[in-house]
């Protein structure tokens, strides 16, 4: 059984928007613990696009801010990834991650990850 379930990606034009959602399993610690999203595009390494903090803090790399919007909802164990204003360089694979620590660029020591969403934006 996948720890994190995520749903199903999509192929948007440049502008359009995107919800990605995943949703932990009991067996997933989803209280006091860091959540986020990473990304890899082909040919490119994997990084941290969005983290939420133990403290609710938010924080997204320079190239999403203000088009990204990380959140939760405990009550359904989610986490979700909205994302407008999308660019052909937001293409990649989006994994959600849960875990006690989400570092930069790309690992989470401890964390559990989602099987991966393709986002495709076309120009």
């Known amino acids: 059984e996948e720890a994190l379930v995520q749903s199903e990606g999509g192929s948007v034009q440049a502008g359009g928007s995107l919800r990605l959602s995943c949703t932990a399993t009991t067996r997933v610690p989803f209280h006091d613990t860091e959540m986020g999203w990473y990304r890899q595009a082909p040919g490119k390494r994997c990084e941290l696009v969005s983290r939420?903090?133990?403290?609710?803090?938010?924080d997204y790399i320079e190239s999403v801010k203000g088009r990204f919007l990380i959140s939760q909802d405990l009550g359904k164990r989610s986490l979700y990834l909205q994302m407008n204003s999308l660019k052909s360089d937001d293409t990649a694979n989006y994994y959600c991650v849960v875990g006690p620590r989400l570092l930069r660029p790309c690992t989470a020591p401890g964390g559990y990850w989602g099987r991966g969403i393709q986002v495709t934006v076309s120009p």
């Open positions: 939420l903090a133990r403290d609710g803090t938010t």
